[in-house]
Every structure is written in structure tokens, then in C-alpha cells.
């Protein structure tokens, strides 16, 4: 056995990497283990051929659906974890999300906690994580106690004429809330430069608020009671007699079997790892899964309805950073008659360019001229069904049915009648090439809901400290205790929450 130590986090992404900092800060003796490596500057960062085309930084091998074929997940092992390659849209969840919301579908259930219980970590977190926006032009946008840290990255003309263009049609764009590393007042100095692949692509310049750049590497500079030990893979978490701690954290370093012991164990590894995770550590006391009594664990699991939409502008679309607007008017279905629909619909955003690889034909280069891209995102509800599972060869298995998806469908009807008032031409691509159209199951950057926090333990896993009912000292931070997955991007969420069980840690370990 190994040192012990105060508190053992698993997993290096927006949840992990974020406690590993303020647990850090707090003067708490912390491991953190992570099962990847540093992701490697290089050239092909930016190339959108390694990426998409020949996915090179996809590295968690397979899972399986629900039919039990393989599939290569978008999954990445890396300090940093999928905040690596995310687009870096930070959102705040809105206010009724928290609540319950009737959908075409069913029932998106409510919290055990409000907005209000999350605000101030909300704000801590866009400081934190050093976003640009402007709260308050969203109608949707919830109240605020602090205004974002940086203004909003600016519009380049032909966005600003979408922008324009949406407005005199009486809807309300507002500015994408961006996690960037950008100066735009001292362009010499700033670390972004605005490039064309901050959607899905790591970052060569370390631009871009990622959980490694903003408090991994800062935290292991600065705090000297904080270790991280990486290519570690967690097997198992072994319990106590009494099966209400863990006492040994079971790791696979590189082929060798190392155990490491603290008295406070932070699970995340993403929802779909942090449920398998729990599920593979059954024992005599857990048979189902630890922590498991209530057999929750890896049901409920949400990815969002997602779809890469592309428009053809009718003028050339030379914007090199297109990230930098929104529309929400249809996310409750507030812009749409009650005769007509009467339920949610979801957010529409603006997209990375896709480079001229992406298309296909005599007109690629046309094509990729006027390309104007757009993501759609509709509420994934959640259901029992819908669940992770674990081989017993240690595969893991993603079941996942639509749910809520006749809404999506009619959100992007909604896309397509704004076609004309934002000059696009009637043509899109809703499919096509491996970079467009709706997101699959392999498309996991959005998932939740794994392991659901609540206060009943019979309906969740978790308490709203976001410890485990059956034990005493395992806390899962990841988005895996989301009740339910509103129509926004997680990882502000992740982050938040992140910071307001770390605070709790660190008081009731003081």
C-alpha cells in the first residue's frame, strides 16, 4: 500500500481536474489519478483529416451498443480529459431546466437542488474558467450575481449580418458564451488567435479553458501538497468490512497492479466510466454495483439530440472564428403557437468551420466558401432503459434508445424557415460526410445522468453532497448526477458543481 492520502480524485476532466484545484487550494493532501497521458502538441491539432477523418485522438477503444456492436466512441484518455477537444461553449443550465418540464416526449424531472443553490457557483466557475459573454441579451438568461470576466468575442462581419439579420426577424441572438484564452484589445499578447478549429480540435496554443489548462497544470505548479500520477487506469474500488468505505483504490499502471488509499475517494471519469467503474467494484456488501442499492447506477444515461447543421450562405463566408452567437427563442417553445406545438424545442448555435475536406465533389471549394455551420441541440430525456453495463470481460456496453426526438426533428424545421432571412440559399447538409448531421451514439461528449444525486436513496444513488447514499466516503462529480439534461451544453454545470462539492469537502474534512 501507498501513502494515504486526504483525498484521491479519479479522472482529470471538468469535474475531476476542477476538484483537483480547489481541494488543492484548500491545503488538501490530493491524488490525482488519470488514465491517459498528456495529449501531444503537434501539427495535427489543427488538421481536421487526423481528427474527424482518421480520429487520432480518440484513444478509449471501443464500447458496444445495444446490440453489442463495436463502436469507437468520441471518448478521450487525456490530463484534461474530453475538455481537451470540446468546443468550449460554456452555458449556464436556465432556470426552469432545474424544475420539472413537460415535453413532447414525457417528463424532464426536476432537482433535488434550484438554480439559486447553483448561482454562486456558477459565477465562481466563468471566473475560473475565464469566459467571454454578456449575460442579460439572452431573454432565457438566467439571474446573475456576477458579470462574465471578459467581454464577448466579437463578431466578424458576415456574423455580424447573421446577427442583424435575426434581430430584424424579432428574434434575439446574444453572444455564445466562450471558454478562450483570447485578448482581442492586445492581439500580440493573446494566447488565442481566433483560428478555425476550436470545435472538436485540441488546442496548439493552449488557448483554450480547458481543465488541464485552467487547473491541472496551474494546480501542480502552485500547491506542493497536490501529485498526479497518469497512464493509471482504475480496475476496481475495494470496500472496508463494513462495506461503507473504500479502502483501497485498485489501479493498472502501465500493466502493473498499484493500490492507493484516502480518506475521501472523488469519482470522475465521465458518466458513462464513472458508472461502469462503480458497477465492475461489486463485492459481497454491493452486489449490484457499489453503491448501487437503489440500481441506478448506469441507468438514465442522456447525450442530447445534436445535429451539425450546414446552410450555404448566398455570399462568401469568410469568418475564420464563427462561435460567437445563439438563438434560445425556441427553447421552451415560447416563439411557437400553442396549436402548433406547445413544447420545448431546444438551442441553436453557431458551429466551427468545416474545412474544405469535409465536402466532397467539383464544388468542395464552393462549397466551403459559403459553408455557414450551426448546431442544434434538443432535450435527451431520461429513462431506466436507456443504461450502461459492463461485460464480463469488462467491455463496456451503451444501450440507448431516442427519446424526445420528434422535437428535435421539428427544431430543425424551425433552422430551415430562418434559411432565407440569414441569405442562405435553400441547399443544407444535414448528412453526409463524417463531420455533419446528427450525432450518434458515438458522439458522447454530452453525457449525463448516470449516477442521479437525489435525496430519496430508493430513486438515487447519490445525496446532494453528490456522495454515494451506500458509502461513506465516495463523492462522483462528474455528469453523472444529473437529473435530467436541459438543452445546454454540461460542462459549465460539471464545473460548477465541481466547485460547490469541493467546498464542501473541504469543510467538513477541516
Known amino acids: 500500500m501507498t501513502d494515504h492520502y486526504d483525498v484521491i480524485v479519479i479522472g482529470s476532466g471538468a469535474g475531476g481536474g476542477t476538484a483537483f484545484h480547489a481541494l488543492g487550494a484548500a491545503g488538501k493532501r490530493v491524488l490525482l489519478l488519470e488514465r491517459g497521458d498528456y495529449l501531444p502538441r503537434e501539427q495535427e491539432n489543427w488538421s481536421p483529416v487526423a481528427v474527424w477523418g482518421e480520429h487520432r485522438y480518440r484513444n478509449s477503444g471501443s464500447y458496444l451498443d445495444r446490440d453489442g456492436t463495436p463502436f469507437l466512441p468520441k471518448q478521450h484518455f487525456y490530463v484534461g480529459g474530453n475538455t481537451k477537444v470540446y468546443g468550449a461553449v460554456l452555458f449556464r443550465m436556465r432556470e426552469r431546466d432545474f424544475g420539472v418540464v413537460q415535453h413532447h416526449g414525457g417528463e424532464s424531472p426536476a432537482w433535488p437542488l434550484s438554480y439559486a443553490d447553483f448561482e454562486p457557483w456558477y ?22 450575481s456576477m458579470e462574465y470576466p471578459h467581454p464577448p468575442v466579437a463578431n466578424e462581419p458576415r456574423m455580424q449580418q447573421l446577427w442583424d439579420d435575426l434581430a430584424a426577424r424579432g428574434l434575439n441572438p446574444f453572444p455564445l458564451p466562450m471558454g478562450v484564452l483570447l485578448d482581442e484589445s492586445a492581439p500580440h499578447l493573446s494566447k488565442c488567435i481566433k483560428c478555425e478549429t476550436c470545435d472538436g480540435h485540441p488546442c496548439l496554443t493552449n488557448a483554450k479553458s480547458d481543465s488541464e489548462t485552467i487547473c491541472v497544470v496551474p494546480a501542480l505548479s502552485s500547491f506542493p501538497n497536490v501529485t498526479m500520477l497518469t497512464n493509471c487506469r482504475v480496475d476496481r474500488l475495494d470496500t472496508d468490512p463494513s462495506g461503507r468505505r473504500v479502502s483501497t483504490v485498485v489501479v493498472d499502471r502501465q500493466g502493473e497492479r498499484e493500490e492507493y488509499s484516502a480518506d475521501i475517494v472523488i469519482v470522475a471519469c465521465g458518466a458513462i466510466n464513472s458508472a461502469a467503474l462503480l458497477l465492475k467494484s461489486a463485492n459481497d456488501h454491493h452486489p449490484d454495483g457499489l453503491g448501487n442499492s437503489s440500481g441506478v447506477v448506469g441507468r438514465n444515461l442522456m447525450m ?23 438563438i434560445n427563442d425556441y427553447y421552451y417553445g415560447d416563439n411557437v403557437p400553442e396549436s402548433e406545438w406547445g413544447y420545448p424545442l431546444g438551442a441553436i448555435q453557431m458551429l466551427g468551420r468545416q474545412h474544405v475536406s469535409a465536402f466532397s465533389g467539383p464544388d468542395a471549394e464552393e462549397q466551403a466558401a459559403h459553408a455557414v455551420e450551426f448546431w442544434v441541440t434538443t432535450e435527451d430525456l431520461p429513462s431506466e432503459r436507456n443504461r450502461v453495463t459492463v461485460e464480463p470481460d469488462g467491455t463496456v456496453k451503451v444501450a440507448y434508445w431516442d427519446t424526445n426526438a420528434v422535437a428535435h426533428e421539428r427544431l430543425i424545421e424551425k433552422w430551415k424557415e430562418l434559411l432565407e432571412t440569414m441569405q442562405c440559399r435553400d441547399e443544407y447538409i444535414e448528412a453526409g460526410h463524417y463531420n455533419g448531421g446528427r450525432n450518434s451514439i458515438e458522439g458522447v461528449s454530452h453525457q449525463n445522468g448516470t449516477v442521479r444525486f437525489g435525496t430519496d436513496p430508493t430513486t438515487s444513488a447519490l445525496d446532494i453532497n453528490c456522495k454515494l447514499h451506500d458509502v461513506d466516503n465516495v463523492y462522483v462529480v462528474d455528469s453523472s448526477f444529473f437529473c435530467s439534461s436541459s438543452a445546454v451544453n454540461p460542462t459549465l454545470t460539471i464545473i460548477a458543481n465541481a466547485l460547490r462539492v469541493s467546498a464542501h469537502l473541504a469543510d467538513v474534512t477541516s
Open 304 to 326: 442530447h439530440h445534436n445535429s451539425a447543421l450546414i446552410a450555404f450562405s448566398k455570399l462568401p463566408n469568410p469568418t475564420r472564428f464563427q462561435k460567437t452567437l445563439g
Open 123 to 144: 459565477s465562481e466557475a466563468e471566473q475560473l474558467y475565464q469566459v467571454h459573454g454578456r449575460h442579460g441579451i439572452d431573454p432565457l438568461d438566467p439571474p446573475v
